[in-house]
């Protein structure tokens, strides 16, 4: 005869046992367009995200016009995430040893003249990865939080435009769970400047 105890743990290993929830799945590229959608709403009333984001500084933020998408920048920026989330890194010169410069210029994309032509230059990339989901980017990157500069805010807001305004704007995003942050992130944001 099973003494009771043998029978109460082997009964429990029969019973069915809850799995584990699977990690929220996202559309990427609906956290794009809802990125885009944030990034433009930023840009046209930073005062009102100073409450949302907890960034008092966003109310002396002049408004700025919305981006417009730009299927060129949108390929490079997929390019650049995916690459970030393949190889598990998170660097504005990817493991090639160039920046986004370089990918836009032999793309032929017409930026203005003055833009660097160095191989390892970036004038138009914010980048971003996290491992909670990719719904935040354009809040992280607007915060910039341990980014004394508060360079990528300057990027994404136009602070630093000047007389050549960035008016095209192209999103993509990466999903990695073998990666160090999951979620990749690149934002292009660049003037087209056609006809130098």
């Given at each position: 005869?099973?003494?009771?105890k043998?029978?109460?743990?082997?009964?429990?290993?029969?019973?069915p046992?809850?799995?584990?929830t699977?990690?929220?799945?996202?559309?990427?590229?609906a956290?794009?367009q809802?990125n885009?959608?944030?990034?433009?709403?930023?840009?046209?009333?930073?005062?009102?995200?100073?409450?949302?984001?907890?960034?008092?500084?966003?109310?002396?933020?002049?408004?700025?016009?919305?981006?417009?998408?730009d299927?060129?920048?949108?390929?490079?920026?997929?390019?650049?995430?995916?690459?970030?989330?393949?190889?598990?890194?998170m660097?504005?010169?990817?493991?090639?040893?160039?920046?986004?410069?370089?990918?836009?210029?032999?793309?032929?994309y017409?930026?203005?003249d003055?833009?660097?032509?160095d191989?390892?230059?970036?004038?138009?990339?914010?980048?971003?990865?996290?491992?909670?989901?990719p719904?935040?980017?354009?809040?992280?990157?607007?915060?910039?939080?341990?980014?004394?500069s508060?360079?990528?805010?300057k990027?994404?807001?136009?602070?630093?435009?000047?007389?050549?305004?960035a008016?095209?704007?192209g999103i993509?995003?990466?999903?990695?769970?073998?990666?160090?942050?999951?979620y990749?992130?690149s934002i292009?944001?660049?003037?087209?400047?056609?006809?130098?």
């Amino acid at each position: 005869m099973i003494p009771l105890k043998y029978l109460v743990v082997w009964l429990a290993l029969l019973l069915p046992t809850k799995q584990p929830t699977p990690r929220q799945e996202y559309d990427l590229q609906a956290a794009v367009q809802a990125n885009f959608e944030e990034l433009n709403a930023v840009r046209q009333n930073p005062a009102k995200y100073a409450a949302i984001y907890k960034v008092p500084a966003l109310r002396q933020v002049p408004a700025r016009p919305a981006l417009v998408w730009d299927d060129t920048l949108a390929r490079l920026a997929q390019r650049k995430a995916e690459d970030m989330a393949a190889k598990n890194y998170m660097e504005h010169v990817d493991k090639k040893g160039r920046g986004m410069n370089f990918y836009l210029w032999q793309a032929n994309y017409p930026l203005p003249d003055f833009f660097s032509r160095d191989i390892r230059a970036n004038n138009v990339e914010s980048i971003a990865a996290n491992t909670e989901g990719p719904v935040g980017f354009v809040q992280q990157l607007i915060i910039d939080q341990g980014v004394p500069s508060l360079g990528h805010r300057k990027h994404l807001l136009g602070l630093n435009d000047g007389s050549t305004p960035a008016t095209q704007v192209g999103i993509g995003m990466a999903y990695n769970p073998n990666s160090k942050y999951k979620y990749y992130c690149s934002i292009l944001i660049a003037p087209k400047v056609e006809n130098q």
